[in-house]
């Protein structure tokens, strides 16, 4: 079994900062790339950043410049550093890890329950 958990979630004003955390838990050989996604309500999920075992990273053109993912392989843990947050980036932000658990297995996605990012004054 393999567990992703999110944490860091929350209330902030517009124009704050919050910091997500992400961490994969299990049976796990190996884990590829790992993302954050975010669903508001009435809206589809969409990518918000994605990082590789490597360190690739790749950004929605409306986060650039303010969110910064990381991660640290030691620990099968993502992060998601945000700043200059804004109203309609109120939304559930969920992890999403791709992940080996044996030699002989496919890489599966697997996803974490979610952690709501409310901006508001």
């Known amino acids: 079994q393999v567990q992703v958990v999110e944490s860091g979630g929350g209330l902030v004003q517009p124009g704050g900062s919050l910091r997500l955390s992400c961490a994969a838990s299990?049976?796990?050989?190996?884990?590829?790339?790992m993302g954050w996604y975010r669903q508001a309500p009435g809206k589809q999920r969409e990518l918000v950043a994605g990082?590789?075992?490597?360190?690739?990273?790749r950004y929605a053109d409306s986060v650039k410049g303010r969110f910064t993912i990381s991660r640290d392989n030691s620990k099968n843990t993502v992060y998601l550093q945000m700043i200059s947050l804004k109203p309609e980036e109120t939304a559930v932000y969920y992890c999403?890890?791709?992940?080996?658990?044996?030699?002989?297995?496919?890489?599966?996605?697997?996803w974490g329950q979610g952690t709501q990012v409310t901006v508001s004054s």
């Open positions: 999403n890890a791709e992940v080996k658990v044996t030699r002989w297995a496919p890489w599966d996605n697997y």
């Open positions: 299990g049976s796990i050989l190996s884990i590829g790339a």
């Open positions: 990082i590789t075992r490597g360190g690739s990273t």
